[in-house]
């Protein structure tokens, strides 16, 4: 078998569960020494919802997001491809790595590469989802 990602997990100061992910997927630089400039951007974020499968719906309808590598359950959705994914968690499930931290609500703004500029809100959620023509080097995420 293939090993198709490596991570590794880490809190950031507010207590959330931060990963950095290896895709081997992408293309990368042999033989050079690791540095910032190799992240590519941030790959995905997670949104904590009450109705996983009506927020993959929502956002589907909305902003043309398909489920990536078929991850669409009624607990947990991935959204997006390979550059970019919005992880889908019911409030309350409890997440990776050690399944001790349960998905809360909490205020996001993410901007997304898209081809139609456009600002949309997850409804009932502070989650703000941008679609912006073109970004900087590393997409954004606010918390």
């Known amino acids: 078998m ?8 880490f809190p950031d100061p507010a207590g959330n569960i931060l990963e950095c992910i290896v895709r081997v997927d992408l ?9 910032p400039e190799n992240i590519l951007h941030i790959s995905e974020i997670g949104l904590a919802v009450d109705d996983v499968p009506g927020a993959v719906k929502q956002l589907k ?4 997001i398909e489920v990536y590598r078929d991850s669409a359950f009624e607990d947990f959705a991935q959204l997006g491809d390979i ?5 889908l968690a019911k409030r309350g499930r409890l997440l990776a790595p050690d399944e001790r931290q349960p998905a809360v609500v909490s205020p996001v703004r993410v901007s997304i590469l ?6 949309i809100t997850l409804e009932p959620y502070p989650y703000v989802l941008e679609v912006v023509p073109h970004l900087p080097r590393f997409f954004e995420a606010r918390h």
């Open 27 to 35: 293309p990368a630089k042999a033989g050079e020494d690791f540095g």
């Open 61 to 64: 309808t909305r902003l043309g």
């Open 114 to 119: 898209g081809a139609l500029a456009q600002q």
């Open 2 to 9: 293939r090993v198709r990602t490596l991570s590794y997990y």
């Open 83 to 87: 550059n970019g994914v919005l992880v």
